[in-house]
């Protein structure tokens, strides 16, 4: 059988790095992409250990002509994953519209960009995979973290009609959902995270971080969103979404069977026993 070919974005670092090594690890032939090549010697040291081989390719999603180059150079591409993205966490009126739009360039205009790239070639083939690395805030709207949010409902939006349009083509499309992983994110998304003591929006704030608390107290390992990406291209069972993480499964079903409205109600004057109690209703999630 043909060695399959995988162009991973954003892989300096965090989930993209170990799906790259989890991937090379199956049997891959891994194409490592990240914006700064001086970034590599993390994946790399980590190939070693691994015993793995993957090379590495300059790849800016943000930049058109960066993608086209990477993917030119590449040549075959069989699985596109579109990992690559940035976070933060502060509430919309005190995000710069430029950090908001930022963060859309990145998650989903940059997934946009690599898709445009490899599209043409998986379509004349009849075969082929885009992996698209979501988020359970993809699937709810998390206050404090709106930009991410937004991008990554953009992105789900994506995934879902996408799926549809190249079903006939053999092209098979994904959305995994992960949610709080024990990654380097949080460090990665330090300058655009904003919490103030003082500030009106502090019991907002102080909620959504106590959300990341709780998440990474259940301690989903990176290397679980790897195992899901593998599974969810190689499994004759196809299926579009794939939530990795209990936090992840439980807003998933919550969202499924409790109405917005329940949600938005929470933002209102409730005491932290009462919001924790429901938030417990509606997901499963214990906050502490």
């Known amino acids: 059988m043909t060695t399959k070919t995988a162009l991973i974005t954003g892989t300096s670092s965090g989930l993209g790095l170990t799906t790259a090594i989890g991937m090379a690890n199956r049997g891959y032939k891994v194409f490592a992409a990240m914006r700064n090549l001086n970034k590599q010697e993390r994946l790399m040291q980590a190939a070693e250990e691994a015993g793995v081989n993957i090379e590495t390719v300059e790849l800016d999603v943000s930049d058109t002509e960066s993608v086209t180059t990477a993917v030119e150079k590449i040549g ?9 993205g940035i976070g933060g966490a502060t509430p919309l009126e005190l995000v710069p519209l430029e950090e908001h739009q930022q963060m859309f360039d990145t998650n989903y205009f940059g997934a946009v960009r690599c898709i445009h790239a490899v599209l043409p070639q998986m379509r ?4 082929g995979s885009i992996v698209n690395i979501t988020s ?60 103030d003591k003082t500030s009106p929006y502090r019991q907002v704030m102080r909620r959504n971080s106590k959300f990341f608390t709780s998440g990474q107290r259940l301690g989903t390992p990176a ?8 599974e969810s291209i190689e499994t004759e069972d196809y299926r579009l ?3 990795v993480g209990q936090d992840a499964q439980g807003v998933n ?8 409205d329940e949600w938005v109600a929470m933002g209102g004057d409730l005491t932290d026993e009462h919001f924790n109690a429901r938030y417990h ?8």
């Open 136 to 195: 359970v805030l993809g699937l709810m709207a998390m206050p404090n973290q709106i930009p991410y949010s937004a991008s990554k409902w953009a992105l789900e939006c994506l995934g879902e009609a996408l799926a549809h349009e190249l079903h006939s083509f053999g092209i098979r499309v994904v959305n995994i959902e992960p949610g709080v992983v024990l990654t380097n994110i949080f460090e990665n998304s330090a300058e655009q995270t904003r919490y």
């Open 281 to 288: 209703a509606l997901f499963g999630i214990e906050l502490s």
């Open 223 to 230: 290397e679980s969103v790897t195992e899901a990406v593998i």
């Open 124 to 127: 004349e083939r009849g075969s």
């Open 253 to 260: 079903e919550g969202r499924a069977t409790h109405p917005a």
């Open 76 to 84: 075959h591409v069989d699985i596109l994953v579109n990992n690559a």
């Open 241 to 243: 979404r794939w939530p």
